[in-house]
């Protein structure tokens, strides 16, 4: 920044004022930061579900006769569908919070509108609450 006189844009003036009214305005550079990392969980996410999904299809074509093979072959099968869709409700997550980028509404709480910690969001960029608000849904609260 530096410390001459010319004069604000309209932009600069705008984020002023939403700064000084205590609405929220998230720093570009910062979102665009959270933006990656979503992305690149995401393409892990889908390269990673689509490589569990091969597997079950090859568990499919098994033609063992053998019954503890089949039964072993069954647990393999219910363990990566268990695998898939807890990956599947983290993806889900990530497309939201991708959404939530693009419509404005990142990094506030969707409970209590309240601006979700820098802290919290660098540790997990998808969620959707801050810590108050998470820590009343792990208890039921919400
Ligand atoms: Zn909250």
């Known amino acids: 920044m530096t410390a001459d006189c010319t004069p604000p844009t309209i932009s600069g003036l705008l984020v002023t004022f939403l700064v000084r009214s205590g609405a929220h305005a998230m720093d570009k550079k910062r979102q665009e930061n959270y933006k990656k990392k979503l992305q690149v969980k ?11 999904e091969e ?10 006769v053998d019954l503890a093979d089949k ?3 069954s647990y393999t099968k219910e363990f ?3 695998q898939t869709s807890a990956e599947r409700a983290f993806l889900q997550l990530i497309d939201e919070s ?6 404005g509404a990142y990094g506030l709480c969707a409970n209590c509108e ?3 910690q820098q802290k919290r969001l660098d540790a997990v960029p998808w969620t959707k ?3 108050n608000c998470q820590g009343k849904l792990e208890r039921g609260q919400l």
């Open 129 to 131: 609450y801050c810590f």
């Open 42 to 52: 995401r393409e892990d996410l889908v390269r990673n579900i689509a490589r569990v």
């Open 55 to 64: 597997e079950g299809r090859a568990a499919d074509v098994d033609t063992t």
């Open 80 to 82: 990566l569908f268990g």
């Open 114 to 116: 309240e601006e979700i």
């Open 98 to 103: 991708l959404r939530r980028i693009k419509n």
């Open 71 to 73: 039964a072993a072959n």
